[in-house]
Every structure is written in structure tokens, then in C-alpha cells.
């Protein structure tokens, strides 16, 4: 039960402010429950920051940025000229209640000039510093000018004709849209970051062409491969991309991935010389310089005798000088190990719908654009028909009139009040009020035939203009068919190439620089059921104690190798990490050691089960699975020709994994235990050898009912008493009943 609310009255603490003049409730202290005071102060606040403040919405854009842009299109700035961002910011400021500089800031962003923006919406003229550089800053905004981009008539096209809602602004002096009803999905045209309370968002960019064109395939073909017409994101400042399917695949579905993207350089010949014309877009030219100077300054790299920013009005430019003899890949390789030039973009695709924060893959969130932009274009269908019906009903009206002016002219006339006028004439000629008081205020000038015969001419393409508005009402197909029109139609016309070098393979040669630097020494490796691995050197080992580890935990893994050796980790997600054993610290028997879920970069929930050293990648591995199964297959389905490090479909998810084997040969045995209290051993011989490593394998245990395989294991490591009991001679097999004493053993 909360705790009551109470007061506690102390004596006041300040002074009083001169005579009869106090501060009321001076040292005064109120003691609350901490679950009200949350409630009460931080819940609104949190709520405002989420909702108002740091997400996008299905349009593509946070609060800030929607009063700016839509300032600057009521100030005609879409097609007038440019005008000082100071008067901008200022006109904003009504519907931004934020500083001048917050508001400008926003307009900075959005520039061309600033390249942060891969589809920028701010023609801007003068500084308006880079994104690439923490010291190129923008300029005050009494020296820059802005207008909006020609693609922004994509962002208001219609707004006049009630697509979307109006609110009032903070003070209710004006109304503000509350969201814009864009015409291509520019929640994902650019990237956007946010940090609210308790969760964030960071959306990368995607090529507009492929953009639309993706779009345009959902909405014919739901199940789309979203990887065939965009296979992977945009980034204003180029790089080269480092494909990974299934982080990739993760982004489309889930939303949340990461996205490799390295820096691009050119050796120029005969010159001695690197010059790095494109970076990631997580970081900047300083980062990337101080990072040199550290590694070049401790002596890691002593390749490099001179390093300079040589970024003008061209664009980003990086130089090194090189010494005499330096092979530029393998250096460049050393770089992109240990510096930013290469880096990660995190993705974390957390929308606003509806009011409500969501994590959306590509494919929901192009779904939920397409939903919001179907109603937009109903919205606008029904203001047409609306407009069209109002001016048919007028021109019928004016039709009823059209054999009888003057008995029109006479009504008018003979009427004495002006108030009866419009009654008079509904009653002359069988109208309603509306049509009546249109027929009133004719001009007396257009009195005649011919101007009249001009408008009741509009009405059969009125008719048929109305019929064909309710007929795009009735028919989803036709709001679709529209949207995809004009999905085509901003493709082509602000489609631009792609910015982003997509490498899909890796040469395996440039880790080789990496390596040489690298040291060989034995080392022991030891691996836990709770996915912890220590790598421990000769000399620790000899005076290593006891293995520290969590509470309930054990080694169930170990093996001598070397530091250069490479290691592959199997986890519950059917996926194979590849490493190196020296991309892991030298640990102590008296840690913890690496948790690899964390430094492999596993998925949510995702853990390792076994791990092997695959050498030459010779031979064949065997997998248990719970369904009774067993599956062999070569090892070298494993091998690769680039360095990717993380391999999808390992083995098959068909059914959970019960056991690995490696190494193994024909006379391998293995044991099989089911909650059925049967044994079952074969030889791995009786498995062939397949060369696929998804495989579902062979039955091997017959299972009956819901019984289910409990464990498997090498049968020297099964303790049994009789193993000859449970030798089968062919598989499948039911294998044999444990016995009264192999149970009391067990």
C-alpha cells in the first residue's frame, strides 16, 4: 500500500525580503510517495519527449522539422526565391516554441549544402557547414539563405484539400498539419536519429529509386523480396558497403540490424600517396585524423610520414603520405581494422504510429506508409467529389432557369422585400435555398442564353467526373493503382544513382596484412555452457587455480591451439560465427573471459552451443537433433572465400540440436539418450556424408508418441555400464531400455 502523502512544516531557512515580504513556503519540505512523484513529473515528461520531441512519424518527420518545412511552404518559399534563414527561423518561432538556434539547427540539417540528408528538403545558399566535419560549422543565420527543394511539392502536394489533420499551434493562433501527406516514403528516403526516454531510434537511408521501386512491388506482391530491388541502404556520403545477409535480412523483418560501411580511397600512382575521398557516416574526418595520429604516435602504424585535410568546394578529401615502399590495400586493410574508416550504422527503425513507439522492419513500416498514404488520397478523392457534387447541384439549378429567364427577371422584380427573393424563386422554379441563392447573385450581364448554355454544359462531365470519384472510392484497387502512379513518377523524376558501393565479397587476402603484425603462441581454450571463452597463454596456465565462473556454469569445452587459429561458434539460431582467436584478450583461469553473445554480436536471445577449430576444413561433423534425427555433412560447407563472419543456416532448424561432433570418422560412436528411458549408440559411419550443412538428416532414434531425444554425446562420455546393450548394427533403430542399474547410475 503507497505510503500517505504528508506535509512537514520546518522553520523557514531563508529571510524574509524586506518588510511584510516573504517567500512563501520557504524550507518548506514535502514528502510523497516516489510512485506519485513518477506518475505526476515524469511520466508527462517522458511521454512528451517520446511522443513529441524525438521519434519520426509515418511521414518522415519529427515535430521540428515539420512546423520548419511547413513554415517555409506557407511563406511561398517552394517556388519564390531564397530568403535570409534569419526570417525563417523567426516565422517558424510561431509554431516552434524553441530558440532561434534550435530551430536553425533543425534548417542546417535538412540543407543541401550540409549533406547530412541523402534526399535534402532545404535549397540552402552559403555555409551551412558538413555533416563529415565537426569543425566545418554552419554559419550565423543572418548570412545564409534558404528556400525548399522541388521535391518538397511532393511533401504538400494536396494538403489544401483536407489529407490530413489540422491542429492548433501552442498558442492557438494559427493551426499546424499534423502530419504531411507525402507522396513517397521519406521515412526512409533519409536518415534520421532520436533519443527519447527509455528508448531511441536511428533509421538509415535507402536510395529513393529503389525506394519507390520497393514499394511499388509490397503493394502488388505482399511477400516481395524486398533484397531484389533494394538490397541494401544509401548513404549521402558514399563508402562501400559490406554485405551481410542476415544482418540485412534482420533489418528488412525486424528493424534492427547493422549495416558495415567502410571509407573509399584511391592509391594515387607514382606518388606515394592515399587520398580517402568518402567515410562512413557515423564519423568524421577529426576522428578519423586523431586516430591516426594515436596509432602512429604509439608506434602501431609506421607506414604513414604526413596526413592532411585537403576538403574544399570538390568535396571530402583525405591525404596520406606514404614512405618509400608501402604496399597503400595493405596499410588501408590495417586501417579499417583500427581506425573509423571503417565503422558500424546501428539501426534501430523505431516509429511513431498512431501516437504509439513501434520497432518496424522495412517491409511493416513500408505497409503502414502505404496504409497512411491510401487514406490520404480517399481523403483528398472525398474533398473533390465533395467540390464537384456542390458545383453540379448549383448548375442544376441554374438549368431550372434555363427556359424561363424572364419569368425569373419578373420574380425578382415583383418582389418587394429582399429577404423574399430567394424564397420567391424556389418556389417559382422547384430549387432549394442553395441553388436559389446562387441564381440571385448572378450578374445582371450574365442574363443571357449563352452564358447560362456555357455553364450547364459543365454538367454531363461533371456527372461523369463525380461517377468516376465514388468509383475510386469503392474500389481499393484504384487508390493503389494511383499511389503506384505517382511512386513512378517522383522515381523518375528525383531518382538519383546509388552513392554506396555494395561489396558482396570480401577478399580473403586483406586480412592477411592484419595478421602479419599479428603474434603466434599457444594457447589454451576454454569454453563454458553459459557462453563464456578464456583464451589463456602457456605461462598463466602453469600458475592458473581454479576456474572462476557464474553460478552454475561449467567448462564443457577445450582444446590447445594458437593464437592465429580460427575458431567457429554454433548457436541455438541455427548460425555459425567465424573468428580469430586473437580477436579475443588473453584472459586469466581468474575471470569470467568474453561473453561471446556480446562480443560476437549475437541476436536478442541467441547462444552459443559448441564451438570447433576447423583447421584445414577437412573431414565431416555430425548434429543430434530432438526429433531422433542425425545429420553428416563435410566440413567445408563451412569454408569461404571472404571474410564474412557470421554464416546463416548452419545447420538444420527443423528441430532444436541435442549434439555436436567434430572430428569425426566412420567408426565415431555416438549415444543417444530419450525420455523414454531408451539408448540408442550407431556408428557415424552408418550417416552418409551430405554436402549441404542444412541438411534435416536421417531418422536414426525412432521415437514413439511425444517422447523426444533428451541428449547426445560420444559414447566414451556416456558411462555406460554395458555399452554393447545399446549397439544398434543399422539405423533407424528404437534402441534398447535402460536398465534398473544403468538408471540408479545415472
Not at 523518375?492 to 552513392?499: A, E, F, I, V
Not at 567457429?568 to 580469430?580: E, G, V
Not at 549397439?727 to 533403430?733: E, G, H, K
Request: charged share 25%; proline share 4%; net charge negative.
Amino acid at each position: 500500500m503507497a505510503k500517505k502523502s504528508s506535509k512537514k512544516t520546518l522553520k523557514p531557512v531563508r529571510p524574509q525580503l524586506g518588510e511584510g515580504v516573504e517567500i512563501l513556503n520557504a524550507g518548506s519540505v514535502l514528502e510523497d510517495p516516489i510512485t506519485r512523484t513518477l506518475e505526476t513529473n515524469y511520466m508527462p515528461y517522458a511521454m512528451s519527449v517520446i511522443v513529441s520531441r524525438a521519434l519520426p512519424e509515418i511521414d518522415g518527420f519529427k515535430p521540428a522539422h515539420r512546423k520548419l518545412l511547413y513554415t517555409m511552404y506557407e511563406m511561398g518559399l517552394i517556388k519564390g526565391a531564397r530568403t535570409k534563414s534569419a526570417n525563417i527561423v523567426g516565422s517558424t518561432m510561431h509554431l516552434n516554441p524553441h530558440g532561434d538556434a534550435a530551430i536553425y539547427d533543425t534548417m542546417v540539417r535538412m540543407g543541401r549544402g550540409n549533406e547530412s540528408l541523402l534526399v535534402p528538403f532545404v535549397d540552402s545558399k552559403g555555409n551551412f557547414g558538413k555533416a563529415y566535419s565537426r569543425d566545418m560549422s554552419c554559419a550565423a543565420a543572418r548570412y545564409t539563405e534558404a528556400k525548399l527543394e522541388s521535391v518538397c511539392e511532393e511533401l504538400f502536394r494536396d494538403i489544401d484539400k483536407e489529407t490530413v489533420d489540422f491542429v492548433p499551434n501552442y498558442d492557438g493562433t494559427t493551426t499546424e498539419p499534423t502530419l504531411l501527406p507525402v507522396t513517397f516514403p521519406t521515412i526512409l528516403a533519409n536518415n534520421t536519429l532520436g533519443i527519447a526516454v527509455g528508448m531511441a531510434c536511428n533509421i538509415c537511408s535507402f536510395n529513393l529509386a529503389e525506394l519507390c521501386s520497393t514499394t511499388i512491388a509490397l503493394m502488388k506482391d505482399a511477400k516481395h523480396d524486398i533484397s531484389t530491388t533494394m538490397p541494401a541502404p544509401d548513404f549521402v556520403g558514399g563508402g562501400q558497403i559490406l554485405y551481410d545477409e542476415a544482418q540485412m535480412r534482420d533489418i528488412f523483418e525486424n528493424g534492427r540490424g547493422s549495416v558495415k560501411v567502410r571509407a573509399r580511397y584511391a592509391a594515387v600512382p607514382g606518388e606515394n600517396m592515399i587520398e580517402i575521398t568518402q567515410i562512413p557516416p557515423t564519423t568524421t574526418v577529426e576522428a578519423i585524423m586523431d586516430k591516426i595520429a594515436e596509432l602512429v604516435k604509439a608506434g602501431k602504424i609506421k607506414e604513414i610520414s604526413d596526413m592532411r585535410d585537403e576538403t574544399d568546394l570538390n568535396g571530402l578529401k583525405l591525404t596520406l603520405d606514404l614512405k618509400r615502399g608501402v604496399d597503400a590495400d595493405k596499410l588501408m586493410a590495417k586501417l579499417f581494422k583500427a581506425t573509423p574508416l571503417e565503422d558500424s550504422f546501428s539501426c534501430n527503425f523505431n516509429i511513431l504510429v498512431s501516437g504509439q513507439p513501434r520497432v518496424m522492419g522495412v517491409r511493416e513500416i513500408l505497409q503502414e506508409w502505404t496504409a497512411f498514404r491510401m487514406e490520404c488520397v480517399r481523403r483528398r478523392t472525398y474533398y473533390d467529389l465533395h467540390g464537384k457534387e456542390k458545383r453540379l447541384h448549383l448548375l442544376k439549378g441554374l438549368a431550372a432557369i434555363l427556359m424561363d429567364i424572364d419569368k425569373a427577371i419578373h420574380i425578382i422584380r415583383t418582389t418587394e422585400e429582399e429577404t423574399e427573393v430567394v424564397p420567391n424563386l424556389m418556389i417559382g422554379f422547384g430549387i432549394d435555398e442553395v441553388q436559389a441563392d446562387y441564381v440571385a447573385e448572378i450578374k445582371l450581364r450574365h442574363l443571357n442564353r449563352e452564358y447560362i448554355l456555357k455553364r450547364t454544359g459543365e454538367i454531363e462531365q461533371l456527372e461523369a467526373d463525380i461517377a468516376d470519384l465514388n468509383d475510386i472510392l469503392a474500389k481499393p484497387a484504384r487508390i493503389r493503382r494511383i499511389i503506384i502512379k505517382e511512386l513512378g513518377d517522383v522515381a523518375k523524376k528525383y531518382g538519383q544513382p546509388r552513392r554506396s558501393e555494395i561489396l558482396y565479397d570480401l577478399p580473403e587476402e586483406e586480412g592477411g596484412a592484419e595478421e602479419e603484425a599479428v603474434p603466434d603462441y599457444p594457447v589454451t581454450v576454454f569454453f563454458t555452457r553459459e557462453g563464456y571463452l578464456k583464451k589463456i597463454p602457456p605461462q598463466s596456465l602453469r600458475t592458473a587455480g581454479a576456474h572462476k565462473l557464474k553460478e552454475g556454469d561449467e567448462v564443457v569445452w577445450s582444446i590447445e591451439a594458437t593464437n592465429k587459429s580460427e575458431i567457429i561458434f554454433f548457436t541455438s539460431m541455427q548460425q555459425a560465427y567465424k573468428a580469430r582467436l586473437y580477436d579475443f584478450d588473453d584472459s586469466k583461469a581468474s575471470v569470467l573471459g568474453d561473453y561471446l553473445p556480446a562480443k560476437l554480436g549475437m541476436d536478442e536471445g541467441e547462444t552459443p552451443l559448441y564451438a570447433l577449430l576447423p583447421g584445414d576444413y577437412k573431414g565431416s561433423m555430425v548434429v543430434a537433433f530432438q526429433n531422433g534425427k542425425a545429420a553428416r555433412f563435410s566440413l567445408q560447407s563451412f569454408e569461404t572465400k571472404t571474410n564474412r563472419r557470421r554464416l546463416s543456416g548452419a545447420y538444420s532448424d527443423k528441430s532444436p540440436a541435442v549434439g555436436f561432433f567434430f572430428p569425426v570418422d566412420d567408426e565415431t560412436e555416438i549415444t543417444m539418450f530419450s525420455t523414454a528411458n531408451r539408448a540408442l549408440t550407431f556408428r557415424a559411419g552408418m550417416l552418409d556424408i551430405k554436402a549441404t550443412r542444412s541438411t534435416q538428416g536421417v531418422q536414426t532414434m525412432v521415437l514413439r508418441g511425444k517422447h523426444t531425444v533428451t541428449r547426445a554425446c560420444r559414447t566414451e562420455d556416456a558411462n555406460l555400464l554395458d555399452q554393447a546393450r545399446y549397439r544398434c548394427r543399422s539405423i533407424p533403430s528404437i534402441g534398447a531400455l535402460l536398465t534398473e542399474d544403468q538408471l540408479k547410475f545415472e
